[in-house]
């Protein structure tokens, strides 16, 4: 009898197939040479062990929403949903797949062929870094919002980082970052004179053309 007959007889008498799939892949990756490579392994866990962000900057339209349920539907899931976990309470806090674990979390049927589990990856990084994670795999998609992203944008300078490692963590243009640490509305936004000048925005030039006019017709005071 081969390895692999006797580790499929054993899976057969196994009384919860699930968890010593799991186990089993859990011994193959601690001995992989790639196991450095989060996708080495997929998870399999309780939808309950799973919980969103709070600071996904993607926003999905309903009909692409409609359009995800769909495939998983027809395909199955072809990706998981990366996360990171929490060594303490042993769950897991989505950093990129939301909309693929929503998409198991509001649809019954999706859940019940899924036995009531999500894939799941996970990888190892403080919260700056999993922002970063986040944005990578959204703007490598096209996918964000301006507003979620300037929130993150200003989380991450109020948690100590420089302009120049946010650019290279996010990849940003500095132009780029300016705007959105404008829209937040960041004190270091005037830190340079040089970009304060450059940067006028529509409804400073609307006051000032307005001052203008009033200075103009002598009505200003």
Request: charged share 25%.
């Amino acid at each position: 009898m081969t390895w692999q007959t006797e580790l499929a007889a054993a899976c057969d008498a196994a009384p919860d197939k699930t968890a010593f799939i799991a186990e089993a892949r859990e011994i193959l990756h601690g001995s992989s040479p790639l196991k450095a490579q989060p996708v080495d392994i997929v998870r399999w866990v309780p939808i309950g062990m799973v919980d969103p962000n709070d600071y996904n900057p993607n926003s999905v339209a309903k009909s692409e929403m409609k359009l995800l349920y769909t495939s998983i539907l027809h395909d199955g899931y072809t990706q998981p949903i990366v996360t990171i976990q929490n060594p303490d309470t042993g769950r897991f806090c989505i950093v990129d797949g939301f909309h693929r674990y929503f998409t198991a979390f509001s649809n019954p049927d999706i859940l019940a062929r899924n036995l009531g589990r999500v894939p799941v990856v996970v990888i190892a990084k403080e919260i700056n870094d999993r922002m970063a994670s986040t944005v990578r795999h959204n703007r490598a998609r096209g996918k964000h919002s301006i507003t979620g992203m300037a929130s993150m944008v200003f989380t991450m300078l109020e948690n100590g980082w420089e302009d120049a490692a946010i650019c290279n963590e996010l990849g940003m243009e500095p132009e780029e970052l300016l705007k959105l640490k404008h829209v937040t509305g960041f004190s270091k936004l005037f830190a340079n004179v040089e970009y304060r000048r450059a940067w006028v925005t529509d409804q400073q030039v609307a006051i000032r053309k307005k001052h203008e006019r009033e200075v103009a017709a002598g009505t200003l005071g």
